[in-house]
C-alpha cells in the first residue's frame, strides 16, 4: 500500500524559512511525479507545485520565487522549502503522487500542519 | 488561471437521496482531465474520480463523472451515511497551475 507522510516544524517565524520533508514508502519516488498542495480556510485547496526523479520541476506561479523543491532517491524522500513566510501561508501541508505530467493525485498524505506567528 | 467554480456551496440531502455535484470552468479543459475528490473531517482528499468519468480503484458504482469542455457533474444516485463530505473538483489539463474548486458541502437533511 502506498503510504505518503509529511514531516516538519509546526509553527515557522514570519520571514523565515518553511521546510517539509514527505516520505514515501509502498512505491518508488523514482516512477512518478510528487506534488505539494496546501490547504487554508481563506484559498482553499491549492496547488504548490510537483518534482520529478531527475529533480525537474514545476511550481505555481503565485509562489514561483519562494518555491524551493528537492528530491532524494535514496531515502524515497522529497522536500519543500518557502522562503519569506508570512501568516498568509499558515495552512495544512499535504504531499500527493500523481502519475506523470497531466495526471490527477492518487495517494495524498495525511497532512502537516504549519503556522506562521512570532 | 483555470478558476474552477463548484455549486451549490452546500446540498442537504436524506440518505437514499441523489446527489448531482456541479463543477464549472473558467475556460475548457483539455481532454477532459477533471477530478473529483471527498474529503472528511481531518482528513486528506481521496480520489474518486479521474479523467471527468472514470471511478478510481476500490470506489462504489453509484459514484459517477461526467461532463467536458467547461461543464462536469459529480453525481452519487443513493447517498450512503458516510458518503456525506466536502467535495472538491480539480483540473490537470493546464498545469499552470492545477487548481481547485472552492468545495461543495454535502449535508445530512
Known amino acids: 500500500q502506498v503510504q505518503l507522510q509529511e514531516s516538519g516544524p509546526g509553527l515557522v517565524k514570519p520571514s523565515e524559512t518553511l521546510s517539509l520533508t514527505c516520505s514515501v514508502s509502498?512505491?518508488?519516488?523514482?516512477?512518478?511525479?510528487w506534488s505539494w498542495i496546501r490547504q487554508s480556510p481563506g484559498k482553499g485547496l491549492e496547488w504548490i507545485g510537483y518534482i520529478y526523479y531527475s529533480g525537474g520541476s514545476k511550481s505555481n506561479p503565485s509562489l514561483n520565487s519562494r518555491v524551493t523543491m528537492s528530491i532524494d532517491t535514496s531515502k524515497n524522500q522529497f522536500s519543500l522549502s518557502l522562503t519569506s513566510v508570512t501568516t498568509a501561508d499558515t495552512a495544512l501541508y499535504f504531499c500527493a503522487r500523481s502519475g506523470g505530467y497531466n495526471y490527477h493525485f492518487d495517494f495524498w498524505g495525511q497532512g502537516s500542519l504549519v503556522t506562521v506567528s512570532s | 488561471e483555470i478558476v474552477l467554480t463548484q455549486s451549490p456551496g452546500t446540498l442537504s440531502l436524506s440518505p437514499g437521496e441523489r446527489a448531482t455535484l456541479s463543477c464549472r470552468a473558467s475556460q475548457s479543459v483539455s481532454d477532459r482531465y477533471l477530478a473529483w475528490y471527498q474529503q472528511k473531517p481531518g482528513q486528506a482528499p481521496r480520489l474518486l474520480i479521474y479523467d471527468a468519468s472514470r471511478r478510481a480503484t476500490g470506489i462504489p458504482d453509484r459514484f459517477s463523472g461526467s461532463g467536458s469542455g467547461t461543464d462536469f457533474t459529480l453525481t452519487i444516485s443513493r447517498l450512503e451515511p458516510e458518503d456525506f463530505a466536502v467535495y472538491y473538483c480539480?483540473?490537470?489539463?493546464?498545469?499552470?497551475?492545477?487548481?481547485f474548486g472552492q468545495g461543495t458541502k454535502l449535508e445530512i437533511k
Open positions: 509502498g512505491a518508488s519516488i523514482a516512477s512518478y511525479y
Open positions: 480539480q483540473q490537470y489539463g493546464s498545469s499552470s497551475p492545477y487548481t
